[in-house]
């Protein structure tokens, strides 16, 4: 059965009256130190934001999807232990024997939980080769303060999700609150990260250090990594990830799960990052 870990639980009370926002990190182009795969020329963070009062619901909706498709939770006999965009998309591993028409039922199940809740999702991105390019180069200050492209793509993760929750609890104030320059946080942002991924503790750190995170008060500052097969967050958010890398990789053809979420406002602000 998919379960939050109790992690999230102690998280959510230590702030009391605050709403929190588990912030659900996906990702997909991930080639750790290598950046020349011709066919994962981008690196791409998902960031899926999902209102406290939301997440037993989703999980509910989560597992009920689970034992229709596969007559089981995920992780018990007869069932995946978790849902890879990859192997769902292309019919790998598990789907290897599943029919394109019963993939394409099982993805479009799992973007609508998110499309029916207009759950927003924060994209960041980076052309991996432009950034090894510039860094060969040695003609780009940014390029130069970086040693993998994973470090400034997460930066600016952060940066667009701080901004995020910024105008978020901005619209919560009156005018007067707003002239007083009296700014209270009501929102804050959790960030859930996935074991094994290429997103690491110091980058928060070094963010909240930065110029540009220093006044970054909506987010909690650490990360909370998880694994994603316990995670139905981070599963959806992969799946967010991996269509808008392959939106990126060929933007000319169709793409109707990408369309289908930038349409549907789960979509909602993607920030490419230019070396």
């Known amino acids: 059965m998919v379960a939050r870990p109790p992690a999230f639980v102690l998280e959510i009370r230590s702030f009391g009256d605050g709403r929190m926002y588990l912030t659900y990190v996906g990702e997909s182009g991930s080639t750790g130190r290598s950046v020349s795969d011709p066919s994962q020329p981008h690196l791409v963070y998902t960031g899926l934001l999902v209102h406290e009062s939301q997440s037993i619901s989703m999980n509910g909706e989560f597992s009920a999807l689970c034992r229709r498709h ?43 939980i998110m499309i029916r809740r207009e759950t927003p999702v924060i994209v960041s991105y980076i052309n991996k080769n432009e950034f090894a390019e510039a860094k060969s180069a040695g003609d780009s200050p940014m390029a130069l303060m970086w040693d993998s492209p994973t470090e400034p793509v997460v930066n600016k993760f952060l940066f667009a999700l701080s901004m995020f929750m910024d105008e978020l609890n901005m619209s919560n104030l009156s005018d007067d609150q707003i002239m007083e320059g009296a700014l209270p946080i009501s929102n804050f942002a959790l960030v859930v990260a996935q074991t094994g991924s290429s997103v690491e503790s110091r980058l928060m750190t070094e963010f909240l250090r930065s110029d540009e995170g220093i006044d970054a008060t909506g987010i909690v500052e650490n990360f909370c990594f998880v694994d994603p097969e316990h995670s139905v967050g981070n599963q959806l958010s992969n799946l967010c990830a991996y269509f808008v890398r392959r939106w990126l990789q060929n933007p000319e053809r169709p793409h109707p799960y990408f369309d289908g979420l930038r349409e549907n406002k789960v979509i909602q602000v993607i920030y490419p990052v230019t070396i």
Do not use: H, M
Not at 82 to 111: H, M, T
């Open 70 to 112: 596969f007559g089981a939770p995920l992780g018990d006999q007869g069932a995946p232990t978790e849902i890879r965009p990859v192997d769902v998309y292309q019919g790998l591993g598990y789907f290897a024997s599943w029919p394109s028409p019963k993939r394409n039922e099982l993805i479009q199940d799992c973007l609508g």
